[in-house]
């Protein structure tokens, strides 16, 4: 019953809860922002710049800095592709390394240090439908396998979608559909469990434009990435996340005077699906009885 209660006194909050990364902060001088990333898949560093809120322009990756990320042994330099809107290089980060990015732009040096930490597979993951408060709530839960169980891990979690739906066939896709935070406290021992609200069956139905970005349509592509990081880079996640409600600035992990972040991770991902809406099952309660029997402390 933990968990469930628990989701009740979330469900208003987590009903708006998809969310981008949007550095959109009060109309002040502009900040430069960077947002590195070295994983099994590669790596990838944007640079830009804060912007005011009334700026619905997509802010892209500036040209002209020297980006370079190294292990202490091997630097590997990283390469701007407008194409790509980053600067990249498809050299994968190995588990447990300790990574420097370095960044070198408009006569600033900036630097930051992330430790990759292990991957954590996707074993399962489903839609469903829960009835909380009145309300039937369109949830998303996935199962992994913890890759520590012995220490606290912390995940990042983004669902990506591509819709062909009218309402978005024109807009830009790029950005994530809706992206979590969690750490492995709760979880059953060697495994984790992430139940996420998306949104209600009423705005599905009523199909507003306002909500047009947090309705998934049938026939819509899913895809969820899991991505372990280190507390810090979870740290200021978290903070942004609630900045961008409270109106604070999260503390970066690069030093230079910027904001943004460098996280070293590993990515899983789920299965991708079409989505449809007549295939989603009512949950049945047996996952929670299943969760409580065997909780992490």
Not at 91 to 117: I, N
Not at 156 to 182: F, G, K, V
Request: hydrophobic share 35%; proline share 5%; net charge negative.
């Amino acid at each position: 019953m933990k968990q469930l209660i628990y989701m009740i006194i979330c469900v208003a909050a987590l009903t708006a809860c998809t969310k981008e990364i949007d550095f959109e902060f009060r109309d002040e001088a502009p900040v430069v922002v960077i947002e590195g990333k070295v994983t099994n898949e590669g790596r990838t560093v944007v640079i830009s710049r804060t912007r005011a809120v009334t700026d619905s322009v997509h802010a892209h990756c500036l040209p002209g800095a020297d980006v370079v990320m190294t292990d202490g042994v091997t630097s590997t330099p990283l390469t701007y592709d407008a194409a790509a809107d980053c600067y990249y290089s498809p050299v994968a980060g190995e588990v447990g390394k300790t990574y420097q990015m370095q960044v070198d732009f408009e006569g600033q040096h900036y630097e930051a240090s992330a430790t990759m930490p292990a991957a954590a597979p996707v074993t399962s993951s489903e839609f469903s439908w829960v009835t909380m408060m009145g309300q039937r709530m369109l949830c998303f839960e996935l199962w992994g396998v913890d890759p520590e169980p012995d220490v606290r891990n912390y995940f990042w979690i983004r669902m990506h979608r591509i819709s062909h739906h009218p309402h978005l066939e024109n807009t830009r896709q790029t950005a994530p559909y809706s992206w979590d935070l969690m750490d492995d406290r709760g979880c059953p021992p060697g495994q984790i469990f992430l139940d996420w609200m998306l949104v209600s069956e009423k705005d599905m139905d009523d199909d507003k434009e306002e909500n047009w970005k947090r309705i998934l349509y049938d026939g819509d592509s899913v895809c969820v990435t899991l991505m372990t990081v280190d507390p810090k880079v979870y740290d200021y996640l978290y903070q942004l996340g609630r900045g961008q409600h409270h109106g604070a600035n999260p503390r970066s992990n690069i030093t230079g005077g910027c904001m943004g972040y460098f996280a070293a991770g590993s990515i899983t991902r789920s299965d991708t699906v079409v989505f449809s809406r007549a295939a989603i099952r009512e949950w049945d309660g047996s996952l929670l009885s299943k969760i409580n029997k065997n909780t992490k402390k």
